[in-house]
């Protein structure tokens, strides 16, 4: 048997080892974070996480973020809550960015934070950043001085004036715009293609009706086809009849809408729903004719049916268009090489795009059409670099569709822009692109002239 000091001191000796076993347990564990368990549910809590796509980033550079946030129940996380995650920063410095994310079941994660660095080099300026990478739909949001300064002191376009690919005679009925009493507003005679506009309100304090009556000039039946319209319900609100009619008639679905008019006689060709005092409409109209036809713009009472344009006399011409011009579609096709700096494309200011002039057939005056409302405007490039097309409204309220390379583009998606609105993207290429095809057509009640800014985009890293 161990004598009693020999006991003690082996005790000691495997205590000091337990506890020194211990220590070094202790020292080296890499520790647990608790449970990641909400206890009322037994779900697991999700996990946020994320990375960048690079360590640092330099002013105007866009920002990569990389979520990798999980759930370890696979439920999915279905609200994620960002903190300071702008796409871009124009200011160097340390920007603390924040993710918390929440699984189907309501459980919250703890929020991750990473710190963001941007450094003192600059990848681009606001103004820049805004043109190469913002979307479309959107603004510059410059400031209206700025925009002028920036955009608007650009040099012209070079453009080759095209001839039109139809001669087709517009018929504009603008005049007296706000109808005070029924009557005759326009008229004229059409043989083969013509288009026909219409824009007016009605200022009466009784409800009106506007249609369009066609009397056939000749001894033999005549045909009349329809073969493009642009129609919009009456509304109290200008800019939205403008927009939508153009919008109805850039769009070119295809019809083929015939009536046939008796030798000597008369029809409707077309009757818009009633406008109630204080509402206005647009339409129009591209038409062809077998032979001559008279067609009269009419503001008839809405109670008498069917009127007889004998009935009504010819209403006087106030400040606002009317009259038949020679053409309806104008071609311009930029030129080679027109697009290798920032250039602007004037519509509707009277000197680079000139006003077409015509005849008012009722008083055989010469008149303009300022503004080229009812035209239909084709600007064309071949093999386009990568660009940005934006749009400044210089002369006033605008709200109107364009269609670039087949895609319509509202401008705007709703409301209105106004200059001190700043530029609004219209679209970009991508230097892959055959040609550039950008359609127009005035709206009614926008105001001009607009700057169409083609912007040469940077191949930027």
């Known amino acids: 048997m161990l004598s009693s000091r020999k006991y003690l001191l082996m005790t000691l000796i495997i205590g000091l080892c337990f506890t020194s076993i211990t220590s070094i347990s202790a020292a080296t564990a890499l520790g647990t974070p608790g449970s990641i368990v909400n206890p009322s549910t037994g779900n697991s809590l999700p996990v946020a996480k994320f990375t960048f796509g690079k360590k640092v980033y330099r002013k105007g550079e866009p920002i990569t973020y990389i979520n990798f946030s999980y759930d370890p129940d696979t439920d999915g996380l279905p609200k994620q809550e960002w903190t300071g995650n702008e796409n871009v920063f124009f200011e160097a410095g340390i920007y603390p960015i924040s993710l918390k994310v929440t699984d189907v079941n309501g459980n919250e994660s703890k929020t991750y934070t990473r710190n963001l660095v941007i450094s003192n080099e600059l990848f681009l300026d606001e103004a820049g950043y805004n043109v190469h990478y913002k979307a479309p739909g959107a603004f510059l949001n410059l400031k209206t001085e700025e925009a002028i300064a920036k955009f608007a002191g650009l040099p012209s376009t070079e453009v080759i004036r095209e001839q039109p690919a139809e001669m087709r005679p517009l018929l504009v009925s603008d005049s007296p715009e706000t109808l005070f009493e029924p009557g ?60 939508q009619a153009s919008l109805d008639f850039l769009l070119q679905d295809t019809i083929e809408e015939k009536i046939m008019i008796a030798p000597g006689a008369t029809g409707t060709y077309v009757q818009l729903p009633d406008l109630m005092s204080g509402q206005g409409m647009n339409a129009i109209y591209d038409v062809v004719t077998t032979g001559q036809v008279m067609f009269r713009f009419m503001a008839v009472d809405s109670f008498i049916d069917p009127p007889s344009p004998d009935e009504y006399g010819i209403l006087p011409r106030k400040k606002h268009i009317r009259g038949t011009f020679p053409i309806s579609e104008i071609s311009w096709k930029i030129s080679s090489g027109a697009l290798s700096i920032p250039t602007r494309l004037t519509i509707g200011n009277g000197t680079s795009d000139r006003f ?31 660009l940005a097309i934006l749009m400044l409204a210089r002369g006033g309220v605008f709200k109107g569709p364009f269609m670039v390379n087949g895609e319509l583009v509202l401008a705007p998606a709703s409301g209105v822009i106004t200059p001190s609105d700043g530029i609004f993207i219209l679209a970009r290429t991508t230097g ?20 169409l800014i083609l912007w040469p985009l940077e191949d930027v890293d």
């Open 184 to 243: 005759i507003l326009y008229q004229d005679i059409v043989n083969g293609k013509a288009r026909l506009y219409a824009n007016h309100q009605n200022g009466m304090i009784t409800t009106a009706t506007f249609m369009i009556v066609a009397t056939n000039m000749t001894t033999d039946p005549v045909i009349i086809t329809t073969t493009n319209k642009g129609e919009v319900f009456p509304s109290i609100y200008a800019n939205l009849f403008g927009h």
């Open 356 to 386: 077409i002039t015509g005849v008012d057939a009722l008083t055989s005056e010469v008149t303009m059409n300022r503004g080229n409302y009812g035209v239909m405007y084709h600007i064309h490039a071949d093999h386009p670099p990568k």
């Open 432 to 451: 892959k692109e055959k040609e550039l095809v950008i359609e127009f057509t005035p709206p009614a009640a926008s105001n001009f002239p607009i700057d």
